[in-house]
């Protein structure tokens, strides 16, 4: 990697962290060059829009989030123990990698009814962990671990509501069990769709 590559890197690593505090909407090119000890013409030569850096943004989290959510959890055996690797894998997301806990979750309530490049990337990120969810609890049911009857999407999608919820508890209600509930939502989740409760 090239030092324009290595500062590029830098600035959307920076980026991130500041996001997940004040949104993509609260990205300045301004703040960042200050903290950066770089120009704004330095930094805006790297990104040339607001835009654009909030989509490199977007896209260096959702690797990052990959890398530590998703493959170290699709290494574990097939079923039941891959499903609770990305559940709990998430819940460390959440609360530990970044500051201001997932920008995903500060970016859907940014971008919900906003249309544009910005909003379908993070279309895309968030169709594409409902989906590893789903295969994941499809898996599980091929597996033999849930029930013939069980509907992956269904799964993924109460799944997802109680991650969501657990940041929530987390982060706004500083509320000390919102693992723990999140982990009981979880056990109650899997025992409905378990062949052997």
């Known amino acids: 990697m090239g030092k324009g590559a290595d500062t590029k890197q830098a600035i959307v690593e920076r980026a991130m962290g500041v996001a997940s505090l004040v949104?993509?909407?609260g990205l300045s090119i301004g703040a960042l060059s200050k903290t950066l000890g770089l120009s704004k013409s330095g930094l805006f030569a790297h990104f040339q829009s607001k835009e654009t850096l909030q989509i490199e943004v977007l896209r260096a989290a959702e690797m990052?989030?990959?890398?530590?959510?998703?493959?170290?959890?699709?290494a574990e055996p097939r079923g039941l123990p891959r499903?609770?690797?990305?559940?709990?894998?998430?819940?460390?997301?959440?609360e530990r990698?970044?500051?201001?806990?997932?920008?995903?979750?500060?970016?859907?309530?940014?971008?919900?009814?906003r249309p544009g490049p910005v909003r379908e990337v993070l279309v895309q990120a968030q169709r594409d962990w409902i989906e590893t969810l789903a295969?994941?609890?499809?898996i599980a049911?091929?597996?033999?671990h849930f029930r013939p009857d069980v509907d992956p999407r269904q799964f993924a999608f109460e799944l997802n509501a109680f991650t969501l919820s657990a940041h929530y508890f987390h982060r706004l209600l500083a509320a000390p069990d919102s693992a723990a509930l999140a982990r009981r939502a979880?056990?109650?989740?899997?025992?409905?769709?378990?062949t052997h409760p």
């Open 23 to 25: 949104g993509l909407e």
């Open 64 to 74: 990052y989030f990959i890398q530590r959510v998703v493959r170290p959890a699709i």
């Open 83 to 94: 499903v609770r690797a990305l559940f709990e894998r998430w819940l460390g997301w959440s």
């Open 97 to 113: 990698q970044l500051p201001g806990g997932c920008i995903f979750v500060a970016a859907a309530t940014e971008y919900d009814d």
């Open 135 to 138: 295969r994941a609890a499809s």
């Open 141 to 144: 049911r091929d597996e033999g």
């Open 186 to 194: 979880f056990d109650n989740l899997v025992t409905r769709a378990s």
